[in-house]
């Protein structure tokens, strides 16, 4: 569980040496010229929201192992957004990082389409990673003929990571 400081008051509370006990925070702050009053409350209410534990994320390398620059020709991301959105284009022996966040929805999928021939010869990929609580794939993942892929899981739910290797296959 992520927890984010919503306010100043937690933030001096802490600061002014505040005592962390399974039943909450007991703080008492330290004042020069006055005497300070005891601030005492629950460490769930002195936060503010926080992150729901089903966020999940997905980072995809993209290595263009081809002697030619793959294009991307668009994608889609289900139940999140970009957050590191694809490039327009990857250089041949180059690889991209794209980063997807889901929107609280317990996992987060992702569909990129590249060519290399930028939509003259149709010759590309489409690379799919899925990352939903025990549903964990690439399946979709589809290679016109002449281009190979591979692709590796390298972390799982619910921050995965994905490996995807472009090459020439004929």
Known sequence: MRVRFATPVVASVLAAGALVTGAGVTATALATGASAAPVSGSLGSLAGPT???DD????VHITNET???LYYQGGTVQDGTFSDAP???IR???TEDITVLSNGNHGVAVNLD???SN???HRGVTLHANDY????NTVGTQAHVGVGTANTIDAGYPNAEFSFHVSDNG
């Open 51 to 53: 992150a729901p534990d």
């Open 119 to 121: 939509g003259v010869s």
């Open 133 to 136: 609580q025990g549903n964990l």
């Open 92 to 94: 041949a022996h180059s």
């Open 114 to 116: 590249y060519d290399l």
């Open 67 to 69: 002697c030619d620059t």
């Open 56 to 59: 999940a994320s997905i980072t």
């Open 87 to 89: 490039w327009q284009a």
